[in-house]
């Protein structure tokens, strides 16, 4: 299959022909229903490189492994505000959802409207999502936020949130802890009453994403300790 004029048919077809049995069991157990390797998926999408269109039609199919695939050789860019708020509503399987906020939304110029709109969203699963872009600024470019703020928020609502906002808003509170020394000791403290995702199983070299632990570690690793 070429670059020039391809189908969304001639792009479902090769995704179903990469489809695997056992890769859909796996990723089933994390809520994604596709069965493609994303190393398989890298490489049909650096063949059939930038395609804005091509991308918008594969969204539109609603299949998880051609969304991902859409993510991957769209213009970040050239999506409105309108129609991010749309696909992060519509996103469905985490994974797809993980890949529009990091590799698209984070860097479209609707960016910053989006995460404030979704911080304060009903949903969680689009709260998570401003929670997200809130930990991107967290670390990039933390002028003019909150931060104090945040962490009230993040004592008051993290312990009973749903997973995927939990995950997020715990981040965000790690993400504050290692980067802003003058914020650390009561991120940590929260982390220590909270005991949110303290007893989370970690492969071993890894690093927990126990907020305390995961603080303390990479403050260690940047400091060279």
Known sequence: MTVAEVTVAEVMAELAALEDPKIRAVNARHGDDH??????????????KTQQELARRLWETGDTAARLLALLICRPKAFEGDELDAMVREAGAPKVHDWLVN?????SP?????????LADPDPVVAS?????????????PAGLDLAGLLDV??????????????????????IGIEHPEHRARAVGIGERLEVLKDYPVSP?????????????MVRRRDGG
């Open 35 to 48: 069965g493609v390797n994303l190393g398989a998926l890298r490489a049909l999408a650096k063949r059939l």
């Open 103 to 107: 590799y698209v939304v984070k860097k």
């Open 110 to 118: 609707h960016a910053e409207e989006l995460r404030q709109a979704w």
């Open 129 to 141: 999502a401003g929670w997200a872009l809130t930990t991107e600024r967290v670390a990039k470019k």
């Open 154 to 175: 993040i004592e008051a609502e993290m312990k009973g949130a749903p997973d995927r906002l939990q995950w997020a808003m715990n981040h965000c509170l790690a993400q």
């Open 205 to 217: 070299g890894c690093t927990s994403p126990y907020a305390p632990v995961w603080i303390e570690e």
